[in-house]
């Protein structure tokens, strides 16, 4: 006999035979013929039994007249621990007692002695072929059920229930989740189609109705959006109920499937982002209005200061000059001393209000964003210090194509500044180097400028960048008067988005360093104001 | 000759003192000063009718005037027939970039920040005597 169409492997046969010859002349057969089964021998029904037991093969084959255990006694046992055990019996009797004893056991398949080798595998071959069935069907079974499963699931997941609905008889289906979602216990009530519409309220149940119609008649998908149910316990839930036809082979629309999705947790959600957004919104417009009105404050001050206080200086200006022009000869020297000190304090005074016009002017200006190569900005001012001061040896390191965005024109102040101190500062330095660079930390690359100058004192950091606040003495350092240097840096950093911070040592040199934002924003806080409007 | 005259339009009397004490020392010249842009337009227009206005060899403007600000002023003399090719001279303390724009556009002779100096006054009079 050829190979079988099916597999057999894993299947046990066990066979009991008192006859030893002819048990191994039975079994050499079974092995030859079906190679992968397992085969179990055994001389008696007790010993049968205890195999059966140890490995449940799925078929027995016994003969009936044994010593210590017959076929029937055996068979009879096993039946009780397995009632699906397939077991053939081998019998020489043709005894009717014996037979109806059998059938009763629920034997169903007889091999006569002597074994006729041909019948033996026809009925083996048939029972494997069921046992081989069996286990599939078991097995589709198994994963419909399991798929059935995951599918009940998801939809509770999911909250998604399923219906269907037979157009010719007008009957329904109903998933559990619908049945969940409808508020009510699985199978409860009847799955009725008037059942199904009255679960909608009154104005949303003609939506659901159009969308199953259109889909019979369009043979096309439909959708109901957003329809409201009215669960038993009086809470109200938002569904979204999509709808498909099944045609039949001939095209006519046999069955209305559809789900309904329980999206009111989901439109709650979107209602609290919502509320949360409007929120935020209202804070952001509360928090840019209180900003407009600093900068707004800032503005009137700077405004105040160019303007209104200018008018009083240029006055003591006249008035000192006056003095210095015609009391020359009053004979009194101090009077000339005076005069002129009094002028150099005027002009202190107008570096002062300068150097604060600058400063709020690039707090508030407009940004005009653009590449920057900051690293060609720091060779450009570097050698123009070199030009003004030939006589110095100071060694640049700069890094090399260091790109950023940004408004080229306040960068190159800020960068003046930076340089311009550490150039400032290694005045008096014997081997001065100033260092510009770049650190690369993760999501931002740091930019220092180091000096190997004067440095400062750690205790004066909270001062470095506050405008018109020094830590070197008048004179030293060719200090200019103002100390707006750092406050200016510092606010263009700010305005790129940026951070800026020190570090130094007194005589050891400091180190500045700088973020900034990848791409900044150009706007000024509010509308441009017309500079002198007020003037008009 | 009749004399000649340089109108200085001034409120702050500290500045018309400043203004007047340099003209002084520049040039003998009569100085009328009006105290607002109201009050000087009216004197503009008085000189005008009786003629006087041909006497007038500067007009010192101050920008910064109550009632009738100074550009309004300026504005004034370039729109009057008569008057509209008197030297003007802008006195300022402010460095407002926006006026220096609009005096340029309204032609005036110089454009000073405060105070004044003899040099700049009598630079911006020989220019005068030389056109």
Same mark, same amino acid.
């Given at each position: 006999?050829?190979?079988?169409?099916?597999?057999?492997?894993?299947?046990?046969?066990?066979?009991?035979?008192?006859?030893?010859?002819?048990?191994?002349?039975?079994?050499?057969?079974?092995?030859?013929?079906?190679?992968?089964?397992?085969?179990?021998?055994?001389?008696?029904?007790?010993?049968?039994?205890?195999?059966?037991?140890?490995?449940?093969?799925?078929?027995?084959?016994?003969?009936?007249?044994?010593?210590?255990?017959?076929?029937?006694?055996?068979?009879?046992?096993?039946?009780?621990?397995?009632?699906?055990?397939?077991?053939?019996?081998?019998?020489?009797?043709?005894?009717?007692?014996?037979?109806?004893?059998?059938?009763?056991?629920?034997?169903?398949?007889?091999?006569?002695?002597?074994?006729?080798?041909?019948?033996?595998?026809?009925?083996?071959?048939?029972?494997?072929?069921?046992?081989?069935?069996?286990?599939?069907?078991?097995?589709?079974?198994?994963?419909?059920?399991?798929?059935?499963?995951?599918?009940?699931?998801?939809?509770?997941?999911?909250?998604?229930?399923?219906?269907?609905?037979?157009?010719?008889?007008?009957?329904?289906?109903?998933?559990?989740?619908?049945?969940?979602?409808?508020?009510?216990?699985?199978?409860?009530?009847?799955?009725?189609?008037?059942?199904?519409?009255?679960?909608?309220?009154?104005?949303?149940?003609?939506?659901?109705?159009?969308?199953?119609?259109?889909?019979?008649?369009?043979?096309?998908?439909?959708?109901?959006?957003?329809?409201?149910?009215?669960?038993?316990?009086?809470?109200?839930?938002?569904?979204?109920?999509?709808?498909?036809?099944?045609?039949?082979?001939?095209?006519?629309?046999?069955?209305?499937?559809?789900?309904?999705?329980?999206?009111?947790?989901?439109?709650?959600?979107?209602?609290?982002?919502?509320?949360?957004?409007?929120?935020?919104?209202?804070?952001?417009?509360?928090?840019?209005?209180?900003?407009?009105?600093?900068?707004?404050?800032?503005?009137?001050?700077?405004?105040?200061?160019?303007?209104?206080?200018?008018?009083?200086?240029?006055?003591?200006?006249?008035?000192?000059?006056?003095?210095?022009?015609?009391?020359?000869?009053?004979?009194?020297?101090?009077?000339?001393?005076?005069?002129?000190?009094?002028?150099?304090?005027?002009?202190?005074?107008?570096?002062?209000?300068?150097?604060?016009?600058?400063?709020?002017?690039?707090?508030?200006?407009?940004?005009?964003?653009?590449?920057?190569?900051?690293?060609?900005?720091?060779?450009?001012?570097?050698?123009?210090?070199?030009?003004?001061?030939?006589?110095?040896?100071?060694?640049?390191?700069?890094?090399?194509?260091?790109?950023?965005?940004?408004?080229?024109?306040?960068?190159?102040?800020?960068?003046?500044?930076?340089?311009?101190?550490?150039?400032?500062?290694?005045?008096?330095?014997?081997?001065?180097?100033?260092?510009?660079?770049?650190?690369?930390?993760?999501?931002?690359?740091?930019?220092?400028?180091?000096?190997?100058?004067?440095?400062?004192?750690?205790?004066?950091?909270?001062?470095?960048?506050?405008?018109?606040?020094?830590?070197?003495?008048?004179?030293?350092?060719?200090?200019?008067?103002?100390?707006?240097?750092?406050?200016?840096?510092?606010?263009?950093?700010?305005?790129?988005?940026?951070?800026?911070?020190?570090?130094?040592?007194?005589?050891?040199?400091?180190?500045?360093?700088?973020?900034?934002?990848?791409?900044?924003?150009?706007?000024?806080?509010?509308?441009?104001?017309?500079?002198?409007?007020?003037?008009? | 000759?009749?004399?000649?005259?340089?109108?200085?339009?001034?409120?702050?009397?500290?500045?018309?003192?400043?203004?007047?004490?340099?003209?002084?020392?520049?040039?003998?010249?009569?100085?009328?000063?009006?105290? !607002?842009? $109201?009050?000087?337009? %009216? @004197?503009?227009?008085?000189?005008?009718?009786?003629?006087?206005?041909?006497?007038? *060899? /500067?007009?010192?403007?101050?920008?910064?005037?109550?009632?009738?600000?100074?550009?309004?002023?300026?504005?004034?003399?370039?729109?009057?027939?008569?008057?509209?090719?008197?030297?003007?001279?802008?006195?300022?303390?402010?460095?407002?970039?926006? !006026?220096? $724009?609009?005096?340029? %556009? @309204?032609?005036?002779?110089?454009?000073?920040?405060?105070?004044?100096?003899?040099? *700049? /006054?009598?630079?911006?009079?020989?220019?005068?005597?030389?056109?």
């Amino acid at each position: 006999m050829g190979p079988l169409p099916y597999d057999i492997s894993g299947i046990a046969l066990l066979y009991i035979e008192d006859e030893s010859e002819a048990r191994s002349m039975v079994s050499k057969m079974l092995a030859m013929n079906y190679p992968k089964l397992k085969l179990y021998e055994a001389e008696n029904g007790a010993v049968g039994l205890e195999l059966y037991r140890e490995h449940l093969p799925e078929m027995v084959m016994t003969d009936i007249n044994m010593p210590v255990m017959d076929g029937i006694s055996m068979s009879r046992a096993i039946k009780a621990i397995n009632p699906e055990a397939s077991i053939i019996a081998v019998t020489a009797h043709s005894d009717t007692s014996y037979l109806l004893n059998a059938i009763e056991i629920g034997i169903h398949h007889y091999i006569l002695k002597p074994i006729n080798y041909q019948e033996l595998f026809s009925i083996t071959d048939k029972i494997l072929e069921q046992i081989v069935l069996k286990r599939l069907l078991a097995e589709q079974n198994r994963r419909l059920v399991e798929s059935e499963r995951q599918l009940a699931g998801a939809q509770r997941i999911a909250h998604l229930g399923s219906w269907q609905l037979d157009l010719p008889v007008g009957s329904m289906k109903w998933s559990d989740e619908l049945y969940r979602i409808f508020g009510i216990e699985p199978g409860s009530i009847p799955p009725a189609y008037q059942a199904f519409l009255e679960k909608f309220v009154p104005d949303d149940r003609k939506a659901v109705e159009k969308a199953i119609e259109d889909a019979e008649r369009s043979r096309q998908p439909a959708a109901a959006q957003f329809c409201d149910i009215l669960r038993p316990d009086g809470s109200l839930r938002t569904l979204q109920v999509e709808v498909d036809v099944i045609l039949t082979g001939a095209g006519v629309p046999a069955t209305i499937i559809g789900t309904s999705h329980d999206v009111t947790d989901l439109k709650q959600a979107e209602e609290k982002v919502h509320i949360l957004t409007e929120e935020l919104e209202r804070r952001v417009v509360q928090r840019t209005s209180l900003l407009q009105a600093s900068v707004k404050e800032l503005e009137t001050f700077s405004y105040f200061v160019s303007h209104d206080l200018r008018a009083p200086v240029a006055r003591l200006e006249g008035l000192c000059r006056a003095l210095l022009e015609d009391c020359g000869s009053c004979g009194n020297d101090g009077c000339k001393v005076y005069a002129e000190r009094a002028e150099r304090v005027v002009r202190q005074i107008k570096q002062i209000i300068d150097a604060f016009n600058n400063l709020s002017h690039f707090a508030t200006c407009k940004l005009v964003i653009e590449d920057v190569d900051l690293s060609a900005v720091v060779r450009g001012i570097a050698s123009g210090l070199q030009q003004t001061e030939p006589g110095r040896e100071v060694d640049f390191v700069i890094a090399r194509d260091r790109m950023v965005m940004g408004d080229p024109r306040l960068l190159h102040i800020a960068m003046e500044h930076l340089i311009g101190n550490a150039w400032k500062f290694t005045s008096k330095t014997a081997k001065a180097r100033i260092e510009f660079g770049c650190s690369e930390l993760p999501g931002t690359s740091v930019y220092f400028v180091r000096d190997n100058g004067a440095g400062f004192n750690m205790k004066y950091i909270d001062k470095l960048f506050k405008p018109f606040q020094t830590i070197h003495s008048p004179g030293e350092y060719n200090w200019n008067g103002t100390a707006i240097g750092l406050a200016t840096v510092h606010s263009i950093i700010l305005r790129h988005g940026g951070r800026i911070w020190a570090e130094g040592e007194t005589g050891q040199g400091a180190t500045f360093y700088f973020t900034l934002e990848e791409n900044p924003e150009p706007g000024k806080l509010y509308g441009s104001r017309v500079k002198g409007e007020d003037d008009l | 000759m009749a004399e000649s005259y340089i109108v200085l339009i001034e409120d702050n009397p500290d500045d018309a003192f400043l203004a007047s004490r340099i003209i002084g020392k520049v040039c003998t010249d009569r100085i009328i000063i009006a105290r !607002d842009g $109201e009050e000087a337009s %009216e @004197l503009l227009k008085i000189m005008a009718e009786d003629e006087t206005y041909k006497q007038i *060899r /500067l007009v010192l403007l101050d920008l910064k005037l109550p009632k009738v600000s100074g550009i309004e002023v300026l504005q004034g003399i370039r729109a009057s027939a008569v008057l509209q090719g008197l030297p003007v001279v802008v006195l300022t303390s402010s460095d407002n970039d926006i !006026d220096q $724009e609009r005096c340029r %556009e @309204l032609d005036v002779v110089d454009y000073i920040f405060k105070p004044m100096t003899a040099d *700049r /006054l009598q630079r911006v009079l020989s220019r005068d005597k030389d056109a």
